[in-house]
């Protein structure tokens, strides 16, 4: 809890806060995080963003005591009406970020086979209409110069009209 007794005299138990802040950043924070947190810690930040939200929240990296990465969640709120009080809590969401990263893997993975899935598609109908439209152009082809030969029976010629109407609708 960080206590505000003057709107521009901060107190913060045991220790100055932004002086605790430092130390710890530099001892916890991932070293590409630390200049922005450093800056997003400062009290006159913190204010500022609580006057415009009544929660302020700041992620950032740290290592763990054999080196692994964790992500941790800092969120600021006023503990009452004065705003002479500000609530810190610290939250590690590591398991939470580890998720969503896996399900974007897993989206991005999908995304890949149904793009796959759809040139296959567009290449199959492709080769199929071309592989259909030549031997269907003979068809046609061979229906008109028939259909052109005199003394044809008018049940022939009516079928050959219907052979040549179903061609152009393929």
């Given at each position: 809890i960080l206590h505000i007794d003057h709107p521009n005299q901060y107190v913060f138990k045991a220790e100055d806060y932004e002086h605790s802040c430092h130390k710890s950043i530099h001892r916890d924070v991932v070293e590409e995080d630390r200049e922005k947190l450093q800056e997003k810690l400062k009290i006159e930040n913190l204010v500022e963003e609580l006057d415009k939200s009544d929660q302020y929240f700041i992620k950032f990296r740290t290592y763990d005591s054999v080196g692994n990465v964790h992500v941790k969640r800092l969120n600021y709120k006023y503990l009452d009406d004065t705003k002479t009080t500000i609530l810190i809590v610290q939250t590690d969401i590591t398991a939470i970020v580890n998720e969503r990263n896996e399900q974007m893997k897993q989206?991005?993975?999908?995304?890949?086979?149904?793009?796959?899935?759809?040139?296959?598609?567009?290449?199959?109908?492709?080769?199929?209409?071309?592989?259909?439209?030549?031997?269907?152009?003979?068809?046609?082809?061979?229906?008109?110069?028939?259909?052109?030969?005199?003394?044809?029976?008018?049940?022939a010629v009516n079928n050959l009209s219907a052979i040549e109407e179903s061609g152009d609708f393929c």
């Open positions: 989206t991005e993975a999908a995304l890949i086979v149904a793009k796959k899935a759809n040139q296959a598609k567009s290449e199959f109908l492709s080769r199929m209409s071309h592989d259909m439209r030549t031997p269907m152009n003979g068809i046609i082809g061979l229906t008109k110069l028939t259909k052109g030969i005199s003394g044809l029976p008018e049940e």
